[in-house]
């Protein structure tokens, strides 16, 4: 018994390494490459300019920016959106709250009836 436990510790251990090795040696392989580098398109890509950049240069701006009079027109047109969306309401008014409770209740066990019929009225008339 003793001689079979040694066999498959020290056999097992070097078909693990054998293994492993051949892992490493697959890896080592895929990332080698024959191909040289890939071409950068000629505008593409960092350029070496030979100087370092100057911070103290205000870089370019894409857009031209908003005045303090534009920025306080769209502020005040954003702002008379919101209450005109206000003024119309804002959420639904709730006439009787004990009403709206006994029809969720009802709705609910009419809803897992016709879930457990497996069949929906609505849809087919026929059914029960």
């Known amino acids: 018994m003793t001689i079979n436990i040694g066999e498959t510790v020290f056999f097992?251990?070097?078909r693990f390494c054998r293994i492993g090795a051949a892992i490493?040696?697959?890896g080592i392989a895929g990332c080698s490459s024959t191909n040289?580098?890939?071409p950068v398109a000629a505008g593409m890509g960092p350029k070496d300019t030979g100087t370092f950049p100057n911070l103290n240069i205000k870089p370019q701006?894409?857009?031209p920016q908003f005045t303090e009079a534009e920025k306080n027109a769209k502020l005040a047109q954003l702002k008379a959106?919101?209450?005109s969306q206000a003024a119309k309401g804002g959420g639904p008014k709730v006439a009787n709250q004990a009403a709206l409770t006994?029809?969720?209740k009802r709705h609910g066990?009419?809803?897992l009836k016709q879930i457990e019929a497996k069949c929906d009225p609505a849809l087919d008339p026929t059914c029960k």
């Open 12 to 14: 097992g251990a070097g």
């Open 24 to 26: 490493v040696l697959m």
């Open 36 to 38: 040289g580098p890939t």
């Open 61 to 63: 701006v894409a857009a």
């Open 81 to 83: 959106d919101e209450n």
């Open 102 to 104: 006994d029809l969720a």
């Open 109 to 111: 066990d009419e809803t």
